[in-house]
């Protein structure tokens, strides 16, 4: 199975300040198709998983610009330019490359 | 707007059985793959089993071949997963999720349904 790293596991933020998450996949995510299947999720507590960020840096309807995805191969960021309190909860990256599809351990974003 | 309602979670024993059901609305049900994904506090979040459209085909993550089975009701708009030989390691708060179009992983989730296996 494809093993998804996440750093840090941690992030305490000041609100108004950038966040950055990284993601780093065991083997490369680029499909016969040429697509990389990389996404990124939200979980605010209390909640289920929401899509942010598909195909490594294409945003969901409704997902504030703040939030941006990058990276190609094995490695992928997740970046929050400013922070507001609505951001807390755990991030998750996911590929949907090669089954099983399969999810970094998740970051826990919270308010300095 | 796209919902997702799952029910059937409980608390079962070790060996016992549970169908976990998801009722989808607001899209054509028949249009999309459509999958479960289980969250536990010692395995995070785990992809369980796809089906496809027209259900068949079925795709199923190696450990849990054999005793779960995903299906589905397209008259109904529902989808289903029965588990069979239940292990207290399948405690988990399971999420049925829409796979989005062209980009694999799924693009809306359910609310979740708590399924606790203990004697």
């Known amino acids: 199975d494809v093993v998804m790293t996440q750093s840090p596991l941690s992030l305490p933020v000041t609100l108004g300040q950038p966040a950055s998450i990284s993601c780093r996949s065991s083997?490369?995510?680029?499909?016969?198709?040429?697509?990389?299947?990389l996404n990124w999720f939200q979980q605010r507590p209390g909640q289920s998983p929401r899509r942010l960020i598909y195909?490594?840096?294409d945003r969901d309807s409704g997902v504030p610009d703040r939030f941006s995805g990058s990276g190609s191969g094995t490695d992928f960021t997740l970046k929050i330019s400013r922070v507001e309190p609505e951001d807390v909860g755990v991030y998750y990256c996911?590929?949907?490359?090669?089954?099983?599809?399969?999810f970094g351990q998740g970051t826990k974003v919270e308010i300095k | 707007e796209v919902q997702l309602v799952e029910s059937g979670g409980g608390l079962v024993q070790p060996g016992g059985s549970l169908r976990l059901s998801c009722a989808a609305s607001?899209?054509?049900?028949?249009?999309?793959?459509m999958s479960w994904v289980r969250q536990s506090p010692g395995k995070g979040l785990e992809w369980v089993a796809i089906?496809?459209?027209?259900?068949?085909?079925?795709i199923y993550v190696d450990s849990l071949k054999g005793r779960f089975t995903i299906s589905r009701d397209n008259a109904r708009n529902s989808l289903y997963l029965q588990m069979n030989s239940l292990r207290v390691e399948d405690t988990a708060v399971y999420y049925c999720?829409?796979?989005?179009?062209?980009?694999?992983?799924?693009?809306?989730w359910g609310q979740g349904t708590l399924v606790t296996v203990s004697s």
């Open positions: 083997q490369g995510l680029v499909d016969s198709g040429g697509n990389t299947f």
């Open positions: 607001g899209f054509t049900f028949s249009g999309y793959w």
């Open positions: 999720a829409r796979v989005a179009r062209g980009a694999a992983g799924g693009d809306f």
């Open positions: 996911m590929q949907g490359t090669h089954w099983p599809w399969t």
């Open positions: 195909k490594v840096s």
């Open positions: 089906i496809r459209q027209d259900g068949s085909e079925k």
